[in-house]
């Protein structure tokens, strides 16, 4: 059965920084990413990284100012996000996908979402 947990949201100030962290178990996912959903707003895609090493963000969203790792077991993903300001207000999603998922798209498994609520 594959779980994906994800931890590390809360409240921060305009301007900070967080860590989103999730660990992933139940198989082996060649990508890994984060998706937000804002209030009101639909889920966007925000940022993958595969096995292989490969990086793809959703440029709008992340402007730079997100960052995504994986750990050398390869099945904990990590999101630092700095700079943070008030618009990145959103419920973050982990996503898993055994095989390639570019542009956010192909994404099979999910977390149950973490709140990161970024005060002005």
């Known amino acids: 059965q594959v779980q994906l947990v994800e931890s590390g949201g809360g409240l921060v100030q305009a301007g900070g920084s967080l860590r989103l962290s999730c660990a992933a178990s139940?198989?082996?996912?060649?990508?890994m990413g984060w998706f937000r959903q804002a209030p009101g707003k639909e889920r966007e895609f925000v940022i993958a990284l595969t096995l292989s090493g490969s990086t793809t963000s959703n440029l709008d969203a992340a402007k730079g100012r997100f960052t995504i790792s994986r750990a050398n077991a390869m099945n904990t993903v990590y999101l630092q996000m700095t700079s943070l300001k008030p618009e990145d207000t959103a419920v973050y999603y982990c996503?898993?996908?055994?095989?390639?998922?570019?542009?956010?798209?192909?994404?099979?498994?999910w977390g149950q979402g973490t709140q990161v609520t970024v005060s002005s």
């Open positions: 996503a898993a996908a055994k095989g390639p998922a570019v542009d956010g798209s192909g994404f099979s498994y």
């Open positions: 139940g198989g082996t996912f060649y990508t």
